[in-house]
């Protein structure tokens, strides 16, 4: 079956640190992939996606990169802010086995310090 | 602001209760589906709906069912709640099976 796995986390780092969030994905077909951001409180946002190998998606400074060969799919920002604070979760869907249900990780939670 | 709505915020149900969660989707959005979300981990797929018939269903028991109405709006039922049922419950929908989705904020869950 399909499964996504995250690094262990938390994460805690300082104003303008680089960051990266690493992901591996289990998938049968050829899955989209997806990074969503929960703010405390609140429902999951949309952060990037990319849909076939090599796609890079990004928004808001937020980079990941489709990575067939290694199935990854790495979060990065080159300099993270106190508002970046939030639990990240990486996710898959894959249309062939499953439709556009969507698998996710267990979450990161990122904490950024002043 | 995704234009998916969820009721209630947050609930307190007893053990044994039956609860009733509801997710008020965008015009067009004939595609839902329900997630839940235990504390610290990651959404679960539920089940999900397209055109008012189930289209998928994830590792749940029966007592989780659910409906999609005509008017975009969906309810997830949950029977017989057990304390492990806590948690937060997403709804998120889509104008279709294979097109961008849309998460709701919510409803928090409490099973006592």
């Known amino acids: 079956g399909n499964s996504v796995t995250q690094m262990e986390g938390p994460v805690t780092l300082s104003e303008e640190a680089f960051l990266t969030i690493n992901c591996t994905y289990t998938?049968?077909?050829?899955?989209?992939l997806f990074w969503y951001v929960q703010y405390p409180g609140e429902g999951l946002q949309l952060l990037l996606k990319a849909t076939k190998a090599d796609d890079k998606g990004s928004n808001k400074g937020f980079e990941a990169t489709y990575r067939k060969e290694t199935t990854s799919f790495h979060l990065e920002k080159g300099s993270v802010q106190v508002s970046d604070s939030a639990v990240y979760f990486c996710?898959?869907?894959?249309?062939?086995?499953?439709?556009?249900?969507?698998?996710f990780g267990e979450g990161t939670q990122l904490t950024v310090n002043p | 602001e995704t234009g998916v709505t969820q009721s209630p915020t947050h609930l307190i149900k007893t053990r044994g209760q039956q609860v009733t969660l509801r997710c008020s989707s965008q015009?067009?959005?004939?595609?839902v589906s329900w997630y839940q979300q235990a504390l610290g981990q990651g959404p679960q797929f539920i089940f999900q709906?397209?055109?008012?018939?189930?289209?998928g269903r994830g590792n749940f028991p029966p007592r989780f069912s659910g409906l999609q109405f005509p008017n975009y709006s969906s309810e997830l039922n949950v029977n017989a709640l057990e304390l492990d049922d806590s948690a937060l419950y997403l709804c998120?929908?889509?104008?279709?099976?294979?097109?961008?989705?849309?998460f709701g904020p919510g409803t928090r869950l409490t099973v006592t």
């Open positions: 709906y397209y055109r008012e018939e189930e289209n």
């Open positions: 996710a898959l869907s894959d249309q062939e086995t499953s439709g556009s249900r969507l698998t």
């Open positions: 998938a049968t077909g050829y899955p989209s």
């Open positions: 998120d929908s889509s104008p279709g099976t294979n097109r961008e989705q849309y």
């Open positions: 015009s067009g959005h004939n595609t």
